[in-house]
């Protein structure tokens, strides 16, 4: 299958200190992905971060989590494709996404990082643009009272900031969502997986 996906990279920042932060929603991805699947442990992959294989839908996939932090994605995700010979079009990236609402999710085969500084690097260390993602709505950017006015949240401590409770339900529900997504780019396509989950926006 020409689109078919067997790469699910997803981003986020090792260490615990980030591990419930908004940033880390393509960890969160790749963790459901991996359970659900029955995958085995999660393994180093020369110290630049974390791998581990699934089986669905009679198609094999791996499912890599860069640990080298999210600025510095990319490399993982090179390295690891080419010594599988995994070509770009075949790895699906898996990020947040503050300009979309908590909950939505966009599929989309090629483009640019959009800002994402992880999305951006990846696309760089590919040398190409062609690359499947997936984004994780998290947003809005909250506006806050500094200084006497009003002004948006820097995206900085947003996205760095853990999801609030009252979000959970929100969060689990996008992920498994995302998870059915990525499922049906490794068993379909990525095509087959815009046209059911895009659809829901």
């Known amino acids: 299958m020409q689109d078919a996906i067997r790469i699910i990279a997803g981003l986020g920042n090792p260490g615990p200190r980030y591990a419930d932060t908004r940033h880390n929603a393509g960890f969160m991805l790749a963790d459901a992905v991996a359970e659900q699947c029955g995958a085995g442990p999660w393994k180093a992959w020369r110290g630049l971060g974390d791998y581990t294989r699934i089986s669905h839908a009679g198609r094999e996939c791996w499912l890599v989590k860069p640990m080298t932090f999210m600025n510095d994605s990319g490399r993982m995700v090179r390295a690891f494709s080419d010594y599988y010979g995994i070509k770009p079009a075949e790895i699906m990236v898996c990020y947040d996404d503050l300009s979309l609402d908590l909950g939505a999710l966009r ?3 090629s483009g640019s990082g959009g ?36 002004v948006r949240m820097r995206s900085e401590d947003f996205v760095l900031a853990p999801f609030p409770k009252a979000a959970r339900p929100e969060l689990e529900t996008m992920i498994s969502n ?23 926006a």
Do not use: D, S
Request: no cysteine; aromatic share 2%.
């Open 107 to 109: 599929i989309r085969q």
């Open 115 to 150: 800002g994402h500084q992880g999305m951006e690097n990846v696309v760089a260390a590919m040398g190409t643009a062609a690359i499947p993602r997936l984004r994780l709505g998290i947003g809005p950017q909250p506006v806050i009272t500094r200084g006497g006015g009003a």
């Open 178 to 200: 995302a998870r059915g997504a990525a499922a049906l780019a490794v068993g379909e396509g990525v095509a087959a997986a815009m046209n059911r989950y895009n659809a829901r």
